[in-house]
């Protein structure tokens, strides 16, 4: 969906006359829609009294005279603007594209004739990235580590078997901790098995949305990654362990799963979210960022599609990227309420009622106090908020990521009001672009991640898998900006009326002068590939990629 702001007024219409019709208006030619043929001229001078006397022959002279005028303004204006087949569409700013040619030419048109009240907004500090301290990618791997790798990747009596769930976000931290665990236990990595999403039946594999070969090719000297068992285990009957505690560590994963290894060799785990421990010996992380940022990327139609889409929002200069967490599940499993009507809220509190299970935050909390501990998503109206207090410029350009909102485009007026620039995939997308992704919901996050990975400045309206891996992604390709709403102490500030749009603009830019993507050491507990300094990122001299 794609809003902007459409001129009420009607809008005319021109029928584009080509150019030589205009020239074969000869002079000769006009003389014969003037003169009348019925009668012999008698002579120059006479012919040319009546004529003169004649009040028709003034009506047809102003009228050929306009005309003619009419077809040379047209032919000069046709050469300023590009012919399309709806003589009124040029004068449209459209939300989707009809090809690439027409993307360039609206995106230059639009670009001269904002220039002057633009150029200052695409300046604006609001643009600016934050210092990243000169830190950059550092995967210096241990003598110990590339040794062990010698004998690990010539193993072919041991392999790992996982299942991993969720949406791709999800299964995307499931695939590198599966990794990280086959090279503890020093066994070959079975490409990972993508369990059907029960919530929106996306069959995917890991080829549709990865690319597989990439991924083997980047861990062929970490881990040995085979696309499936050997002939000699096919028969087997692997081991099956579901009961993984959380956060465990290496040497709980040697102790538990070696055994586990019967005659054949063959360990299937289930369940991988949060089981192995965010806390690990430094070469294990740097496997981590290894993974998340070089060999997971993206299946070439995805990686083509999504670039195209990134393409297409930065031709009209810097863009925001928002991921917004505002469907109907999300406010059933965080406790919360959309606050759009209290038809709306009687039906998330109806259906919390009804599934208990899905609630996954705090139960014996009320909405009020998880609101204000910032456990909620962000409304459209409070994203809003804090983007124009945050500086952003009316004039920016918003790529959205998501699923559908709860109200529809209703639930996401109070954004597309003051931001009128305001996209998301299926707006940006050609005709049959999007459909060999339809119905596949991990291929459609694949495409918003792209885009929101590449925007000039990134803000979730909540937290999650995706908006942490983009935020650990940004870090990665160093530092750009990328908002982390402080919702636990800027929301009574919202709620606070008496403050003035200028005090109130003053405390969100000074609640959020660190949350804008600086560089942030990893604290224990957190995960590596959201906070990827100290562990793969240095400064100095030592900031080269070593792999």
Known sequence: MAVSKSNKKKQQCYIAVPSQIINSLSSSGLQSLLLSPKKKNPSFSVKLKLLLNNPKFWVLFLFAFGFVGMLKMWFNFETLVPFTPNPCEIFQEKSSFSNDEQVSQLSIGALNVGKKEDEGDENSEFWQQPDGLGYRPCLDFSAEYRKTSVDIVKGRKKYLMVVVSGGMNQQRNQIVDAVVIARILGAALVVPILQVNVIWGDESEFSDIFDLDHFKEVLANDVRIVSSLPSTHVMSRPVEESRTPLHASPEWIRSHYTRKFRRDGVLLLRGLDSRLSKDLPSDLQKLRCKVAFHALRFSPSILELGNKLTERMRSKGPYVALHLRMEKDVWVRTGCLPG???????????????????????????????????????????????????????????????????????????????????????????????????????????????????SNVFMPSHGGNMGHAIQGHRAYAGHKKTITPNKRQMLRHFLNSSLSETEFNRIILELHRDSLGQPELRKAGRDVTKYPVPECMCNGTRSHLSM
């Open 340 to 454: 759009l009507s209290h038809e709306y809220d009687e039906m998330i509190n109806n259906e919390r009622k009804q599934r208990p299970k899905l609630l996954t935050s705090r139960s014996n909390m009320t909405y009020h106090t998880r609101k204000l501990a910032g456990l909620c998503p962000l409304n459209a109206l409070e994203v809003t908020r804090l983007l124009k207090a945050l500086g952003a410029p009316k004039s920016a350009r918003i790529y959205w990521a998501g699923g559908f909102p709860l109200g529809g485009k209703e639930a996401l007026q109070p954004l597309t009001s003051e931001f009128t620039h305001f996209y998301n995939k299926e707006d940006l997308a050609l005709p049959g672009e999007l459909e060999p992704f339809a119905k596949k919901a991990s291929l459609m996050a694949a495409l918003d991640y792209i885009v929101s990975a590449n």
